[in-house]
């Protein structure tokens, strides 16, 4: 693969933009305006690599091209293999090779879904997360962001993407939003909003503005309904309760294909009993949605410790028998720190 580089001063990447911006950019440098959709056929279509495969765009045009943007792929620089077959990349961070981030390619059966990461490292501050631990190290451009789909070997058999790697999607939203509408739109990938799910704390005015402006499914970390308990591990929940998250899905309509679902990482002693299963229930109760419950990882720099498989069975169990489908996640590549919360870039 052709590696380029975004970082020198006045080269942008082509890949993340959108068609109108690429009608703006060939506006602005005296091409036809069909140019545009010519190079989103080239970039989401044919997924080329150099700008010199763009062989229907004009000599004059692909040079002047070259003089001011990049395609915007560059390869991973590492992979892991899991036992289970779960790959983990990793990726440099193009405006800063010194930072790194992370995705991770889950096999099964005809399935195969990514996990792709939206910054490097994060200001969430959950407690219980490896990234959260490392800080912020800025945001990942559409273009890095759509690198993690379009630069690995198993691009064809992508069915599914989830935004649940390193970072808070709706604290890079314009960038989520521009990555999306190239993968669902039709002058783009052409996808299925519905192969794509966003994960989110919770922040509301971008969950508002992400529920409004795209149709890909959402994903609600929520880990514990008592808000003065969630506090204690996701100190977001200070500036955005979950109830009032809550509230916010309630005025939109999930009766279709779109899905909301909520994430509920279990603790042992924390978060795993009949108390919170109650409340849970309370709290989603009428909402049409799904509870995923997911097995924490314990790493060395945590104090929390991972919930018996017992509990989560009796956890799950209470949430169905209330009307509420729930479900455990099954844990996919925890040997090579892939799973849930383990990203760490180069750090870990
Ligand atoms: Fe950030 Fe997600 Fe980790 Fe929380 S769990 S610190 S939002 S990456």
């Known amino acids: 693969m052709t590696q380029d580089s975004s970082a020198t001063p006045g080269v942008q990447p082509l890949l993340g933009m959108t ?28 997924h080329v690599d150099s700008i010199d495969a763009m062989t229907n765009l004009s000599l004059k045009n692909r040079s002047r091209l070259k003089e001011m943007a990049v395609i915007g792929r560059h390869a991973p620089v590492e992979c892991q293999v899991s036992r289970d077959g779960t790959k983990k990349y990793l990726f440099q961070k193009s405006d800063d090779p010194s930072q790194f981030i992370e995705s991770v390619f ?37 273009a890095d962001i759509l690198n993690q789909i379009f630069s690995i ?46 994960s989110t704390v919770g922040i509301i005015p971008g969950l508002r503005r992400f529920l409004d402006e795209s149709q890909c499914h959402v994903a609600v970390s929520l880990h514990n309904p008592f808000g003065s308990e969630r506090q204690e591990i996701m100190p977001m929940q200070r500036a955005y309760p979950i109830a009032d998250v ?41 909402l049409y949605c799904r509870v995923n419950l997911i097995r924490f990882h314990s790493s060395p720099d945590t104090p929390f410790k991972t919930s018996l498989p017992k509990d989560m069975e009796r956890f799950r169990d209470y949430l169905n028998d209330h009307g509420i489908i729930c479900t455990i996640r099954a844990s996919r590549g925890e040997d090579i720190m892939a799973a849930c919360g383990l990203l760490a870039g180069k750090n870990q």
């Not at 602005?28 to 279509?45: H, N, S, T, V």
């Not at 649940?164 to 783009?188: F, R, V, Y």
Request: hydrophobic share 40%; glycine share 10%.
């Open 106 to 142: 889950i096999p099964d059966g005809d399935r195969g879904t990514l996990c792709v990461s939206c910054q490097a490292g994060c200001k969430m501050g959950c407690r219980f997360c490896v990234t959260g631990m490392q800080g912020f190290h800025g945001n990942l451009s559409a």
């Open 153 to 198: 070997p198993e691009f064809d058999c992508l069915t599914n993407i989830v935004f649940m790697g390193m970072g808070e999607p709706m604290d890079n939203l314009d960038n989520i939003l521009h990555s999306t509408e190239a993968l669902t739109a039709p002058w783009g990938l052409g996808w299925s909003p519905h192969r794509i799910t966003v």
């Open 246 to 286: 809550v509230a916010l899905l309630r005025k939109y309509d999930w009766s279709g294909q779109r899905r909301i679902s909520f994430e509920y990482t279990m603790f042992k002693g924390l978060n795993d009993d009949t108390r919170h299963a109650a409340e849970l229930v309370r709290l989603l109760k009428g």
């Open 19 to 46: 068609l109108d911006q690429l009608q703006q950019l060939c506006a602005a440098e005296g091409m036809p305006r069909f140019a545009a959709k010519q190079i989103c056929d080239w970039l989401y279509a044919k």
